[in-house]
């Protein structure tokens, strides 16, 4: 069974810059899956910010985030990382971890479709604001 779990997070001044990872398991090669992260805000519906292959070869980004986020895969750790950099208020959600099988898809359309992934994490928060 996926599992996706999200740590990092935290509070930063606007410019500023966090880290987020998420570790997948209960996967046998990462190379069929996508892996997104997703934010949301209260009353808003789930945006994607950016998704990577599990071959590493395709990304991506929203285009809110393009030049200011990027997303990594360490497979020594089993995580797939985001880097935030260049962070403003409007940054300021909940950001989840998703994992699924690709089967064919593209990693561009599932980004675009939070519904294309069924294991998520918990979600974890990250807040701008001076």
């Known amino acids: 069974q996926l599992h996706a779990v999200e740590s990092g997070g935290g509070s930063v001044q606007p410019g500023g810059s966090l880290s987020l990872s998420c570790l997948v398991s209960?996967?046998?090669?990462?190379?069929?899956?996508?892996i997104g992260w997703f934010r949301q805000a209260p009353g808003k519906e789930r945006e994607g910010v950016a998704c990577?292959?599990?071959?590493?070869?395709?990304?991506h980004y929203a285009d809110s985030v393009s030049g200011r986020f990027t997303i990594a895969i360490d497979n020594d750790k089993n995580t797939v990382d985001l880097q935030m950099n260049s962070l403003q208020p409007e940054d300021t959600d909940v950001y989840y971890c998703?994992?699924?099988?690709?089967?064919?898809?593209?990693?561009?359309?599932?980004?675009?479709?939070?519904?294309?992934?069924?294991?998520w994490g918990q979600g974890t928060q990250g807040t701008v604001s001076s």
């Open positions: 998703a994992v699924d099988l690709m089967l064919g898809a593209a990693v561009q359309d599932m980004c675009n479709t939070p519904g294309d992934f069924t294991s």
């Open positions: 209960g996967f046998t090669v990462l190379d069929y899956y996508a």
């Open positions: 990577i292959s599990g071959n590493g070869r395709t990304a």
